[in-house]
């Protein structure tokens, strides 16, 4: 009962923390559930209501970010190393308030925990919603453990940083100079270490269309390739009667990759059960592969709530879950299909498309990311001109996974209804022919129709939407879909909300193309956005002809507060 204490007091006290808090709390929790996972599973159901209840209250709170562009210099304390990019994104503290993950200029990093930065015109970017997109878009704050998003136009280092001292610091700022160069060394930036926001969004897509946007998200496969490298090596080491210190040997490894990657849940996840699996065998006993995910799960729903909310948390259990129950001496193309299929509903339900074709795609890529981009970009962290060599021999193959992505990727999202089709005729052949390892899972087909029979009613497009305060820019929704009233590109934040997920070239027409009356001139839009509020950047006009404004994380109607929506009849109307 105290370890049971102590593991859950560790993890409560690493919700709000970074990456090395959280994956100790993980750990620490997964051993002390795992013996008692595989007989009593109320266990990881209390785990799980724990991080629905708690996480959903997490993301529905109140956020007191700072507001507006102030001239005053704040202070912000990181809690985390800096993630360096395009920004020197960082965890920290903001007057004493948050944690909040902020933006600053690229030339701060690299930061390390417990520096101090002194920030001048500090904004809120956004809180943990945007309008019209779910919360897996502010994910990025949800796993980090921030509250929102801000940025600060202009910052500098405090006197005293260790910043290029920090390990951890010091090679990420390495590893996202050397991923700078080109796509290719973005992708091994992204694969090997985490750090994706060098990657270009198009290749994003490419990788995610022909079912390899796995290899850019560090998850529970990099975690067993590299535990497997090391066990290898290790056992070359310690006595043949001893294979269990060679596994032993390689969990610090993993933890300290799981935590120098950013912590994210799969990775965390992996590293859970490295753990459950060594301290079993260290005991004698053979763990029970369905306990062992349970109890991790459950362990990471106890530390950080907000996990389970995470689409790669829940994409992560339902792969290890489905490798879990697959047969022991299943093959790597059935095991690949067993995956495929259980990872389906998720996809359709977080993303709009499954790609099945992943299968064959997965085939030819994995041996090339394992044997050749892994091991050469671990070698490439290191400084001088051996690892800069090992950096750019790695880029050579992500070039040919990259080129692999663009030569498969789907051209358009896979329909629903034809993965129920192929989820059927996959279930009939194999019953005809007696192969149940054919089959698609059972609740992957029970998911699929579901979503297929009952789909969620969305909300009805507005009118218009507008973004922006001194220069409002405003889209309209036609007959024909959405235009643009104004000129030159979509601006980012209201791309992401009329056209989530689509990163390509500007699609929209101008309005006045394509013979659209823009019903809102941009006086009445800046009057408007005034009576808003500060800090609001989205205004609508709804199908009834109500304007509202975005505020708190969610639209409500001009003049409406929090919790007190306005009735139709008293809504301004144009």
């Known amino acids: ?94 007057a004493g308030a948050g944690p909040f993950v902020v933006d600053l200029p690229p030339a701060t990093c690299p930061l390390a925990a417990g520096d101090a930065v002194r920030a001048v015109g500090l904004v809120r970017e956004r809180g943990r919603f945007l309008p019209g997109v779910g919360p897996s878009a502010e994910s990025i704050a949800a796993r980090a453990g921030g509250l929102a998003l801000l940025r600060a136009a202009y910052a500098y280092r405090e006197p005293g940083a260790r910043g290029a001292a920090d390990p951890v610091a010091a090679l990420r700022q390495r590893v996202a100079k050397r991923g700078a160069g080109s796509g290719p060394h973005a992708f ?46 290790f056992l070359r080491v310690v006595p043949a009667h001893r294979p269990v210190w060679a596994h032993a040997a390689a969990l610090p490894l993993a933890v300290a990759f799981a935590v120098v990657t950013g912590a994210a849940a799969p990775a965390v996840r992996a590293a859970g059960t490295l753990a459950v699996t060594v301290v079993c065998a ?149 019953t005809w022919r007696r192969r149940p390892g054919l089959a698609p899972p059972s609740l992957a087909v029970a998911g699929l129709g579901c979503l297929w029979l009952w789909p969620t009613a969305g909300e009805p497009p507005p009118r218009w939407i507008a973004y922006g305060r001194k220069r409002p820019q405003v889209v309209v929704m036609g007959s024909d879909g959405p235009c643009r009233g104004f000129e030159g590109a979509v601006p980012d934040p209201l791309r992401r909300v009329v056209l989530p997920g689509h990163d390509r070239a500007d699609p929209l027409p101008a309005c006045r193309a394509v013979g659209v009356p823009v019903p809102v001139s941009a006086a009445t839009l800046r009057v408007l956005v005034r009576r808003c509020g500060r800090g609001v950047r989205f205004v609508r006009q709804a199908r009834d002809g109500g304007i509202d404004c975005f505020r708190d994380g969610r639209f409500r109607p001009i003049g409406g507060g929090p919790g007190a929506p306005m009735p139709l009849e008293g809504r301004t109307v144009l």
Do not use: K
Request: glycine residues 12%.
């Open 1 to 94: 009962m105290f370890a049971a204490g102590a593991g859950f007091l560790a993890g409560r006290q690493a919700g709000g923390a970074p990456g090395a808090a959280a994956a100790a709390g993980v750990v620490g929790a997964a051993i002390v559930l795992a013996p008692v996972a595989a007989h009593f599973r109320a266990l990881s159901l209390v785990g799980l209501l724990h991080g629905l209840l708690v996480g959903q209250a997490l993301a529905l709170a109140e956020v007191p970010a700072p507001r507006g562009v102030g001239p005053r210099v704040v202070r912000i304390e990181a809690v985390a190393a800096g993630v360096p990019g395009p920004t020197c994104r960082v965890l920290g503290t903001v």
């Open 188 to 233: 091994v930036a992204a694969a090997v270490f985490g750090l994706r926001r060098g990657l270009e969004p198009l290749a994003r897509d490419d990788l995610r269309r022909a079912g390899l946007g796995h290899l850019v998200a560090v998850s529970g496969l990099h975690v067993g390739l590299l535990s497997a490298m090391w066990v290898a090596v």
């Open 282 to 430: 260290a005991r004698g006993h053979l763990p029970h592969r369905v306990g062992v995910v349970t109890a991790v799960g459950a362990a990471m729903a106890l530390c950080r709530p907000g996990w389970v909310f995470d689409p790669a948390y829940q994409l992560s259990m339902a792969a290890a879950l489905a490798i879990a129950t697959a047969p022991p001496d299943g093959a790597v193309l059935r095991t690949t299909w067993r995956i495929t299929w259980a990872l389906a509903p998720l996809s359709f339900h977080h993303f709009g498309d499954a790609p099945l074709w992943g299968v064959a795609t997965n085939l030819l890529a994995i041996p090339v990311f394992a044997g050749w981009v892994l091991p050469l970009g671990l070698v490439g962290a290191l400084p001088g001109p051996v690892g800069a060599a090992a950096f750019d021999a790695a880029a050579w193959g992500a070039a040919l996974l990259l080129d692999l992505a663009r030569l498969f990727h789907a051209r358009s999202p896979l329909p629903l209804a034809v993965a129920v089709a192929v989820a059927a005729l996959a279930w009939v052949v194999a």
